[in-house]
């Protein structure tokens, strides 16, 4: 086990991993490549690097959440097919580069890598490969609703049939029961963690105004409302330099270029460059490498400076929690990953220590009472209630209505409670604001909704989550 000298204090590394229920809902360009994309380029890459930690005696590195709806995908037999299908195809696109181009052998050899990582470590799918790093407490696993509802959405009855089913579904997958949680879109209702604290969560992060729009400070852990239920705020600043292509890590010069795509070969061989400039440069991945160990260097300066800034503040033991979707590292920021592992790799000799959401949150400072808020546009709800979507909001009202009404007359099927969860999946609203596959979206809902109430269920495959009333 690594042993950090005397700390400065600790960074708390919190991925959120989720995508929506794509199997059999279209393949390209919305559906099932993006679960292919991400499980190749962000999930296996993570998992494989948080095992490397491991083995080199790295503990709590971070607290990691991988959706029950995501989960129940990167196990599925039909995604596994599909994978190898697209890693291979994968090669071919690589194969069909010029023989003189630069980046050939390197797409080749990341194509064959991520191949081989697959064979051998992911032919069962994921869950064995997540149990293992929750076993050897190389993280903490949060757990969540099964399908990603927005929460403020829901009825409440709705919201613990959702969130039972998720946890339980961590024990039949993982071996393991979860006492903390990513709430969907850090979305927050007051009320909400006596549900949390019913079902066993002890801890949750929300986004930083929620907590200094109570004139609280972000960094400390609190005890939410008259609960047991204990709440920490993300470092927004910090979790920007990770997030943003503009002003992050992410937008370097020399890193490649996620929206530029060689639709010849479809394959990014691009470079960010200069951002104004839409003429780009080859990708060149050694150069990208230099960068990856200036800016991880330069951001353990940026923990020391505040981490520093909270000591002399008066906070004892100062934390500081990073954010972020999973999906970020290795999918939309191709070096992302060797960032994260060259970051834990670099901490020990700042004396910074990783810890878990957990171990953060463990000695709360005092009570909080805390508004309305999610991590969205604006830091409201308007993303998932606002104008664009009310007629969205009315539908999933509708739906969790004729659904209550069902478990009161004790006549609601599990195909009906499988089809309103996945109607209830905050993607939805979020593309349909957003504008991004809006009326991809839109499809799903109504889809969802014609099946809940005809009582067929055409994705049969999914209740490997269980639902009871």
């Given at each position: 086990?690594?042993?950090?000298?005397?700390?400065?204090?600790?960074?708390?590394?919190?991925?959120?991993?989720?995508?929506?229920?794509?199997?059999?809902?279209?393949?390209?360009?919305?559906?099932?490549?993006?679960?292919?994309?991400?499980?190749?380029?962000?999930?296996?890459?993570?998992?494989?690097?948080?095992?490397?930690?491991?083995?080199?005696?790295?503990?709590?590195?971070?607290?990691?959440?991988?959706?029950?709806?995501?989960?129940?995908?990167?196990?599925?037999?039909?995604?596994?097919?599909?994978?190898?299908?697209?890693?291979?195809?994968?090669?071919?696109?690589?194969?069909?580069?010029?023989?003189?181009?630069?980046?050939?052998?390197?797409?080749?050899?990341?194509?064959?890598?991520?191949?081989?990582?697959?064979?051998?470590?992911?032919?069962?799918?994921?869950?064995?490969?997540?149990?293992?790093?929750?076993?050897?407490?190389?993280?903490?696993?949060?757990?969540?609703?099964?399908?990603?509802?927005?929460?403020?959405?829901?009825?409440?009855?709705?919201?613990?049939?959702?969130?039972?089913?998720?946890?339980?579904?961590?024990?039949?997958?993982?071996?393991?029961?979860?006492?903390?949680?990513?709430?969907?879109?850090?979305?927050?209702?007051?009320?909400?963690?006596?549900?949390?604290?019913?079902?066993?969560?002890?801890?949750?992060?929300?986004?930083?105004?929620?907590?200094?729009?109570?004139?609280?400070?972000?960094?400390?852990?609190?005890?939410?409302?008259?609960?047991?239920?204990?709440?920490?705020?993300?470092?927004?600043?910090?979790?920007?330099?990770?997030?943003?292509?503009?002003?992050?890590?992410?937008?370097?010069?020399?890193?490649?270029?996620?929206?530029?795509?060689?639709?010849?070969?479809?394959?990014?061989?691009?470079?960010?460059?200069?951002?104004?400039?839409?003429?780009?440069?080859?990708?060149?991945?050694?150069?990208?490498?230099?960068?990856?160990?200036?800016?991880?260097?330069?951001?353990?300066?940026?923990?020391?400076?505040?981490?520093?800034?909270?000591?002399?503040?008066?906070?004892?033991?100062?934390?500081?929690?990073?954010?972020?979707?999973?999906?970020?590292?290795?999918?939309?920021?191709?070096?992302?990953?060797?960032?994260?592992?060259?970051?834990?790799?670099l901490l020990p000799v700042a004396s910074i220590a990783t810890a878990t959401l957990e171990q953060v949150t463990s000695e709360?400072?005092?009570?909080?009472?805390?508004?309305?808020?999610?991590?969205?546009?604006?830091?409201?709800?308007?993303?998932?209630?606002?104008?664009?979507?009310?007629?969205?909001?009315?539908?999933?009202?509708?739906?969790?209505?004729?659904?209550?009404?069902?478990?009161?007359?004790?006549?609601?099927?599990?195909?009906?409670?499988?089809?309103?969860?996945?109607?209830?999946?905050?993607?939805?609203?979020?593309?349909i604001t957003r504008d991004s596959a809006a009326q991809y979206a839109r499809d799903r809902i109504l889809g969802h909704r014609?099946?809940?109430?005809?009582?067929?269920?055409?994705?049969?495959?999914?209740?490997?989550?269980?639902?009871?009333?």
């Amino acid at each position: 086990m690594i042993m950090f000298p005397e700390s400065q204090g600790r960074v708390a590394f919190v991925f959120h991993s989720h995508l929506p229920w794509v199997l059999g809902h279209g393949v390209w360009p919305v559906g099932e490549e993006w679960l292919y994309q991400a499980y190749a380029n962000s999930y296996i890459p993570l998992i494989h690097s948080l095992n490397r930690l491991g083995a080199r005696g790295f503990r709590n590195v971070a607290s990691v959440g991988f959706t029950p709806i995501l989960s129940a995908q990167l196990d599925h037999p039909d995604t596994l097919k599909g994978l190898a299908a697209w890693l291979h195809n994968w090669q071919l696109r690589s194969l069909n580069l010029p023989l003189d181009h630069p980046l050939r052998s390197y797409e080749l050899r990341k194509a064959q890598e991520i191949l081989t990582i697959f064979g051998e470590h992911f032919s069962r799918g994921a869950a064995p490969r997540i149990r293992t790093l929750i076993d050897d407490e190389v993280i903490e696993f949060l757990g969540g609703p099964a399908t990603h509802p927005f929460t403020p959405g829901l009825d409440p009855k709705i919201q613990e049939i959702s969130l039972r089913a998720g946890l339980d579904d961590c024990v039949r997958r993982f071996g393991n029961s979860p006492s903390g949680m990513w709430v969907p879109e850090c979305a927050y209702r007051p009320g909400q963690e006596e549900i949390y604290e019913k079902l066993g969560i002890t801890h949750f992060m929300v986004d930083e105004p929620a907590v200094t729009s109570v004139g609280c400070i972000s960094s400390i852990p609190y005890q939410l409302g008259n609960s047991k239920v204990n709440v920490i705020a993300r470092d927004a600043q910090i979790s920007d330099a990770l997030w943003s292509h503009e002003r992050g890590y992410p937008g370097s010069a020399p890193y490649r270029d996620f929206h530029f795509i060689h639709h010849e070969h479809g394959l990014k061989l691009s470079a960010v460059g200069d951002k104004e400039n839409t003429d780009k440069r080859i990708y060149d991945p050694q150069a990208a490498g230099v960068q990856v160990e200036v800016d991880a260097r330069n951001f353990i300066r940026e923990l020391e400076l505040a981490l520093k800034a909270k000591r002399d503040r008066g906070e004892a033991h100062p934390s500081i929690v990073i954010g972020i979707d999973t999906e970020l590292l290795g999918h939309w920021w191709h070096e992302g990953i060797a960032w994260f592992e060259r970051v834990v790799e670099l901490l020990p000799v700042a004396s910074i220590a990783t810890a878990t959401l957990e171990q953060v949150t463990s000695e709360f400072h005092s009570r909080i009472d805390l508004p309305p808020s999610s991590w969205g546009s604006g830091k409201d709800w308007s993303v998932w209630t606002g104008d664009q979507v009310r007629d969205i909001v009315v539908l999933n009202g509708q739906s969790q209505d004729l659904v209550l009404e069902q478990l009161g007359s004790r006549t609601c099927t599990s195909a009906q409670l499988n089809q309103l969860m996945l109607q209830l999946s905050s993607d939805w609203a979020f593309m349909i604001t957003r504008d991004s596959a809006a009326q991809y979206a839109r499809d799903r809902i109504l889809g969802h909704r014609n099946q809940l109430i005809s009582g067929v269920d055409s994705d049969a495959a999914f209740p490997l989550i269980s639902f009871s009333a």
